[in-house]
Nanobody, 128 residues
Framework: DVQLQASGGGLVQTGGSLRLSCAAP????????IGWFRQAPGKEREGVSCFGGGDGSTYYADSVKGRFTISTDNAKNTVYLQMNNLKPEDTAVYYC?????????????????????WGKGTQVTVSS
């Protein structure tokens, strides 16, 4: 079965860094659009960073541009989200998800219903 599991969250001070991992055994990453999403208490789930469009094109939410980077290791079937210069407003549960590979990355990040596979999230807490 296709499964996605996010890990690597934790507690970090403002300005610190974390790298999240999304293990995807059973996936060939080139066959899917992949996205990182987050949900803070009392807030709607939002797309953070996604790739897709059939060519690995990427999209970043304005709030994380220049600070977060999405990458993949196809040999390990793993997707990463490197998060630098973290801010308290980054505090949320982070999820990874997958959908049809031709879905444009901006579409994947804007419409969570376009993504077919979800896993349990990982908590990121950034202290002031």
């Amino acid at each position: 079965d296709v499964q996605l599991q996010a890990s690597g969250g934790g507690l970090v001070q403002t300005g610190g860094s974390l790298r999240l991992s999304c293990a995807a055994p059973g996936f060939t990453l080139d066959d899917y659009a992949i996205g990182w999403f987050r949900q803070a208490p009392g807030k709607e789930r939002e797309g953070v960073s996604c790739f897709g469009g059939g060519d690995g094109s990427t999209y970043y939410a304005d709030s994380v541009k220049g600070r977060f980077t999405i990458s993949t290791d196809n040999a390990k079937n793993t997707v990463y989200l490197q998060m630098n210069n973290l801010k308290p407003e980054d505090t949320a549960v982070y999820y990874c998800a997958a959908g049809p590979y031709r879905v444009l990355p901006q579409t994947a990040c804007s419409y969570t219903r376009a993504m077919d596979y979800w896993g349990k999230g990982t908590q990121v807490t950034v202290s002031s």
